[in-house]
């Protein structure tokens, strides 16, 4: 499948990408194009748009709270893996503004606002990023006691 985003991705869209190739779609192509771009382009390309405005799988709100794409993606997918729900919480207290977000979510926000600066394109972003979720992933499993799952 094709998705396709906004340009210059930071959290949500470089998590999501990293959701998307590790639980729903291992041959997953990512398309990044600038924001008023993203809904023709999807149309042209078949591609699935993420993260932008007007669209299913974006931010939104539920029960007064703001959540991510990240999340839209794992309420649309079903995805019930405690670890990854942690993750969850992570990428929307770096990408949104919520109430107490985990101490974790600063450091990803500085670490994503870091790599894209060093990053030439927002592919060259991913690959670098990927193993920052990876890991995150991996300590959100120690943290929910799941690490042999």
Known sequence: MKWITREKAMVDRIACPWLIKKFIDPNAEFIFVPAQDVLTKARELNAIPFDVEGVELTHYREGGNEYVSFDAIIKKYNLKD?????LAKIVRGADAKIPNPPPESYGLK?????????SRDDFENMRLQFPVYDAL???????VGAENR
């Open 82 to 86: 405690p670890a990854l729900l942690e």
């Open 110 to 118: 500085a670490v994503a606002q870091g790599f894209r600066a060093i």
């Open 137 to 143: 992933y991996a300590y959100c499993k120690m943290k």
